[in-house]
């Protein structure tokens, strides 16, 4: 181990003899103009293995530390570390270990994956196979930091932080993957992980480990960034750079061009990603990262991106000229499903076509696209689309040159050269995106097709003109397509039926939105590792808000919004879809019942969700 190596060098610096590089010298008084005997040199060799050897023997007694299961060491060229200034080490490349056995019974905490019916062939959604462990980094005492992930692509993926305090017994740190005993809406998790814990695991859900630690506010090349709202802890993963966590959380592949870093505090790398490129906008991402070990998306600080309206003064489309204050609310949401906690971009942007439309707060000029803009157009084509389900009717079927008027879609420059571009709240829909995951589940292997009665806008895998067309689908739920392996199919789109009107659901205070979801998740006959899936891509984007709105639609409304076609037809159905919005205050609605179907024969499940802003 590399602290043992470590304590052994401290044993010899302790000696007459100074290490001195690769070199052995004698003190300098011993070194001045004679050299020494043969007698003296074999003395002082046999008085160097006493020393070792003694070294060692003093280490082991009083340590009494077996090493951890040998490592798989990356290469020596490779393994730089990044010091924090609370004196721990934090490794940029993670070292992997052997089994360490974490979990006595995964299924408390997990859950089960059921295929056919409910109450047979349910084996652990997450099996003690699936769990990969890491030695991340060391404590100023030499504790080792471990990570135990369970390392898959896709959505769903886990991370639990720990220190091997002594002899393979080990303390999780529970924080960092979003249990926190002060929040009483994870007494239930907590005592599911505590049931499915090994007996030499203990759960710790009061602290943190300093070294893993982000800042809420950090100023990095004169942007203001702060951590979004719950954070408890990383909201990271086990990463292999960006380019990991991007995969590990959304499946997708970025290339170095798609990652900029933007400056460095306190031993914490920031970086802004490229996390969705079109042809006429790019959706931005920041990040902060901790060597290889954690990253954490942060929010630039925007006064114009807020639940209150910005202080702008408008100078175009006023009536005689004259400056008129702003009254609307503004959000830079990304567009599609792929980010978190995206803000969007102009790209190609021609400043000699943007027209001065006002002044920000902070003195920042705010512009608007011509009409003739593709990406003003397809913001009125695709996004507004008549704007047929706002709450305003005077706002409305709009005509494109009145939706400029109105200043629907205005630009700013931020601190980083970018063109971020803002949509005023009330002129459109929602600020969320949908996310339907579908997952197969036959009773033997099937060749199944699948077609969506919606405009499919994004997909994974590709869906094609008549769908996905002979999906190969395992009984335990994986999916062969094109020569390819998937865990479920996603679509993002509009449904080519009508919206469901929101007269019932939850409002629940914020800190209980998780637990709920949880809850109401598996009333609906979701198992284990299909609520993973949800929460892993839902949770960060929970609002920051004091109350949370959770209506559900089910089945029959989902088979009426976006009906799917699939052959051979499945003998169980779930699906649902969340649509949630941050609340001030709560407010008053019929509460909805759910039911769990018995999952019989075929079985297909799906869940979605969209997120309002407005």
């Known amino acids: 181990m590399d602290d043992e190596n ?24 011993t070194n001045k103009n004679k050299k020494p005997t043969t007698k003296v040199t074999a003395l002082l060799f046999v008085l160097l293995v006493i020393i070792i050897a003694g070294g060692v023997f003093w280490y082991l007694r009083d340590e009494k530390v077996k090493p951890l299961p040998k490592p798989i060491p990356p290469n020596s060229e490779t393994e730089t570390t990044s010091t924090n200034l609370t004196g721990y080490t934090i490794y940029q490349v993670p070292k992997q270990l052997g089994d360490l056995n974490f979990f006595a019974n995964t299924i408390p905490y997990f859950g089960t994956s059921c295929t056919g019916s409910a109450t047979t062939n349910c084996p652990p959604a997450v099996a003690s196979s699936d769990i990969s462990y890491y030695q991340i980094g060391v404590t100023p005492s030499g504790e080792p930091i471990i990570a135990a992930a369970d390392y898959k692509i896709g959505v769903g ?83 292999d750079g960006l380019t990991g966590l991007r995969q590990l959380q959304f499946d997708q592949q970025l290339s170095s061009a798609d990652i900029t870093k933007i400056g460095s505090s306190g031993g914490i790398d920031f970086y802004v990603v490229t996390a969705e490129n079109q042809s006429d906008y790019q959706v931005k ?15 630039p600080v925007d006064p114009l991106s807020s639940s209150s309206a910005p202080g702008i003064a408008w100078t175009q489309n006023t009536p005689d000229s004259q400056p008129v204050s702003n009254t609307n609310t503004y959000t830079s949401a990304a567009a599609g499903c792929g980010s978190a906690y995206g803000y969007v971009i102009a790209k190609n942007i021609d400043p000699s076509q943007l027209v001065k439309a006002g002044v920000g707060p902070a003195s920042e000029t705010i512009y608007q696209l011509p009409t003739s803009s593709s990406l003003f157009s397809d913001y009125y084509t695709n996004n507004y689309g008549g704007g047929s389900g706002l709450q ?80 190969l689908a395992l009984p335990g739920g994986k999916l062969i397509y094109q020569d390819k392996s998937y865990n479920s199919l996603f679509w993002e789109g509009i449904g080519l039926g009508s919206y469901p009107q929101i007269n019932s659901g939850t409002v629940v205070p914020s800190a209980a939105a998780v637990s709920t979801i949880k809850k109401q998740l598996s009333e609906q006959g979701f198992s284990g590792s299909e609520i993973s899936d949800f929460l892993a891509y839902w949770q960060p984007k929970l609002p920051n808000t004091p109350y949370v709105r959770l209506t559900w639609f089910n089945t029959s409304q989902m088979n009426q919004l976006a009906p799917l076609d699939i052959t051979p037809k499945p003998t169980t159905l779930i699906r649902t879809f969340l649509d949630f919005q941050g609340l001030e205050k709560p407010i008053s609605l019929s509460p909805q019942t759910f039911h769990a179907p018995e999952r019989q024969g075929f079985t297909v499940v799906e869940w979605g969700g969209l997120l309002r802003t407005n």
């Open 157 to 239: 993926s886990f991370y639990f932080v720990a220190l091997e305090t002594k002899t393979n017994n080990y303390e999780i740190f529970g924080k960092f993957s979003g249990l926190d005993s002060s929040v009483s809406a994870d007494s239930t998790s907590i005592a599911s992980l505590n049931q499915s814990l090994s007996s030499n695991v203990t759960l710790n859900t009061t602290d943190l480990i300093p070294a893993l630690e982000f800042p809420q506010n950090a100023i990095i090349n004169g942007t203001s960034l702060t951590l979004p709202s719950g954070y408890s802890g990383p909201s990271g993963y086990f990463i």
């Open 285 to 299: 991402e920041l990040y902060g990262v901790i060597g290889g070990a954690y990253a954490s998306a942060y929010l």
């Open 392 to 471: 305003d009717s005077t706002l409305q079927n709009l005509s494109l040159s009145d939706f400029q008027a109105d200043h629907a879609v205005i630009l700013a420059k931020n601190s980083l050269g970018e063109y971020v571009v803002y949509q005023r709240t009330d002129m459109f829909e929602g600020g969320g995106c949908g996310k339907p995951v579908i997952y197969l589940y036959p009773e033997a292997p099937t060749d199944v097709n699948v077609k969506i009665g919606a405009d499919v806008t994004a997909s994974d895998p590709t869906y094609g003109q008549d769908g996905w067309n002979d999906v």
């Open 6 to 29: 470590h304590k052994q060098t401290d044993h010899l610096n302790s000696s007459p003899i100074e290490s001195t590089g690769h070199r052995t010298q004698l003190p300098e008084s």
